[in-house]
């Protein structure tokens, strides 16, 4: 028992030290990069500034996949062994970090997004496949600047286990920041997103190989340990 911390079960309890945080697991691979985008217009300026962020993290040496919400089902209307769900999944697993982008539709996330986020379950088996990945969101808006979207994927990710960065990124009049070919032009707004995949790929490099650690949980150690318990009395 600890003086004063009658409560905590002393053998569960982590003394957390920075030897702990040393990385661990093979980092030789770049760092990889999940990205979802919530449009399934030809000319979709979701995806286009999702196709933007992809080229600066590229540059900075990032492996990167973007995923095609064409053809993917609602969620929960068909099995979870669907050809697109179980490609969603599998990528979700693979990634390190993650970048979301939202049109804003009626001020929220387009169900395009969400039905995305909602094919991703918090457990998996033994797997999460969401937590412990860094997050950043972003948006475009077809009016004027707003944060709607951003801060309810901010939230999003919070649920999921994410580590979502402080930084993000609002296009306004979006359809005034992209030429015909769909790339973005110069503005404060494309520095903003360079600002974010500059942060993104930073935290990325810093967090991975630390996440088991990071996410490991007084209150799931202190659960397993009395589940053994148990089980162990069950077999006497």
Request: charged share 25%.
């Given at each position: 028992?600890?003086?004063?911390?009658?409560n905590?079960?002393?053998?569960q309890?982590?003394?957390?030290?920075l030897?702990?945080?040393?990385?661990?697991?093979?980092?030789?691979?770049?760092?990889?990069?999940?990205?979802?985008?919530?449009?399934?217009?030809?000319?979709?300026?979701?995806?286009?500034?999702?196709?933007?962020?992809?080229?600066i993290?590229?540059?900075f040496?990032?492996?990167?996949?973007?995923?095609?919400?064409?053809?993917?089902?609602?969620?929960?209307?068909?099995p979870?062994?669907?050809?697109?769900v179980?490609?969603?999944?599998?990528?979700s697993?693979?990634?390190?970090?993650?970048?979301?982008?939202?049109?804003?539709?009626?001020?929220?996330?387009?169900a395009?997004?969400?039905?995305?986020?909602?094919?991703?379950?918090?457990?998996?088996?033994?797997?999460?496949?969401?937590?412990?990945r860094?997050?950043?969101?972003?948006?475009?808006?077809?009016?004027s600047q707003?944060?709607?979207?951003v801060?309810?994927?901010?939230?999003?990710?919070?649920?999921?286990?994410?580590?979502?960065?402080?930084?993000?990124?609002?296009?306004?009049?979006?359809?005034?920041?992209?030429?015909?070919?769909?790339?973005?032009?110069?503005?404060?707004?494309?520095?903003?997103?360079?600002?974010v995949?500059?942060?993104?790929?930073?935290?990325?490099?810093?967090?991975?190989?630390?996440?088991?650690?990071?996410?490991?949980?007084?209150?799931?150690?202190?659960?397993?340990?009395?589940?053994?318990?148990?089980?162990?009395?069950?077999?006497?």
């Amino acid at each position: 028992m600890i003086p004063n911390l009658p409560n905590i079960n002393s053998a569960q309890l982590d003394m957390p030290t920075l030897d702990k945080l040393a990385p661990a697991g093979d980092l030789t691979h770049p760092p990889r990069i999940l990205m979802l985008y919530g449009s399934l217009r030809e000319r979709s300026f979701s995806r286009f500034l999702t196709e933007e962020a992809a080229r600066i993290l590229e540059h900075f040496g990032a492996e990167v996949r973007i995923f095609d919400p064409t053809a993917l089902p609602m969620a929960g209307s068909v099995p979870e062994d669907h050809p697109k769900v179980a490609e969603l999944r599998a990528l979700s697993l693979w990634s390190e970090g993650q970048v979301w982008c939202s049109p804003e539709r009626h001020g929220a996330i387009t169900a395009v997004m969400k039905n995305q986020i909602d094919w991703i379950p918090l457990e998996q088996g033994a797997l999460r496949p969401s937590q412990g990945r860094t997050l950043a969101v972003m948006q475009v808006c077809g009016g004027s600047q707003s944060f709607n979207v951003v801060n309810t994927m901010r939230l999003l990710g919070r649920w999921m286990r994410m580590f979502t960065i402080p930084n993000q990124s609002s296009v306004p009049m979006a359809y005034k920041e992209f030429d015909d070919h769909g790339r973005m032009r110069p503005s404060g707004y494309y520095e903003r997103v360079v600002d974010v995949m500059e942060e993104l790929f930073k935290m990325t490099l810093l967090l991975r190989g630390r996440t088991d650690y990071l996410t490991d949980r007084y209150s799931e150690r202190n659960e397993r340990s009395i589940k053994a318990i148990d089980n162990q009395i069950r077999k006497i």
